[in-house]
């Protein structure tokens, strides 16, 4: 049963930094693609970065470029988000997501996802 | 403002049928058939109920079928049953730079 458990979310003040783990079991993880998506408090989804199974290739969302790096170990079947300079509307439920497809092709499809961790960006 | 355009919300009556659109451009929906849906339930993950415009992953009931035309993908539940009420999320294939967009989310009200 594949299985997805972040961890790392609260609340940290504007400018700060947080560390967000997940969890995988249940699958080869390094045959995945792997994504953070996040939801802000009653608000849609918002794909954040995504990174391959091999973790020689990451992507970002404008929105967090150059602030946030997608990070995974595979001997740990773990994958990471640091985010630092945080701001208040990265406040949000993080999702950790796997890719439907394993290797390369296609890795936008996210058939299965953790319960979220939530990040609180506040003074 | 999110990228893929979608009605606030949709509703229906047991055993009716409701379509969901998901209106993008050519940039995203109008030029890859990698539109998604997903249902998130209250407090819960989104789960994946349409990939690649139509297809249903295993276990998905084929009640919920997907479309596209044009700039345009729809979500079509048929039979509709009290459990479908949720809120419903398109994504989209926007290229490689911006990689994958999503809508703003219906919620279905099952009547």
């Known amino acids: 049963e594949v299985q997805l458990l972040e961890s790392g979310g609260g609340l940290v003040q504007p400018g700060g930094s947080l560390r967000l783990s997940c969890a995988a079991s249940g699958f080869t993880f390094s045959s995945y693609a792997m994504s953070w998506v996040r939801q802000a408090p009653g608000k849609g989804l918002e794909w954040v970065s995504a990174i391959s199974g091999s973790g020689g290739s990451t992507y970002y969302a404008d929105s967090v470029k150059g602030r946030f790096t997608i990070s995974r170990d595979n001997s740990k079947n773990t994958l990471y988000l640091q985010m630092n300079s945080l701001r208040a509307e990265d406040t949000a439920v993080y999702y950790c997501?796997?890719?439907?497809?394993?290797?390369?092709?296609?890795?936008?499809?996210?058939?299965?996802w953790g319960q979220g961790t939530l990040v609180t960006v506040s003074s | 403002q999110s990228a893929l355009t979608q009605p606030p919300s949709a509703s229906g009556s047991p055993g009716q049928s409701v379509t969901i659109s998901c209106t993008g451009t050519s940039s995203d929906v109008g030029g890859y058939n990698y539109v998604s849906w997903y249902q998130q339930h209250p407090g819960k993950a989104p789960k994946l109920m349409i990939y690649?415009?139509?297809k249903r992953p295993s276990g998905v009931p084929d009640r919920f079928s997907g479309s596209k035309s044009g700039n345009t993908a729809s979500l079509t539940v048929s039979g509709l049953q009290a459990e479908d009420e949720a809120d419903y999320y398109c994504s989209s294939y926007a290229g490689s730079n911006t990689h994958v967009v999503f809508g703003g989310g219906t919620k279905l009200t099952v009547l």
């Open positions: 997501a796997k890719s439907y497809y394993s290797g390369s092709y296609y890795p936008w499809d996210f058939d299965y």
């Open positions: 690649e415009v139509s």
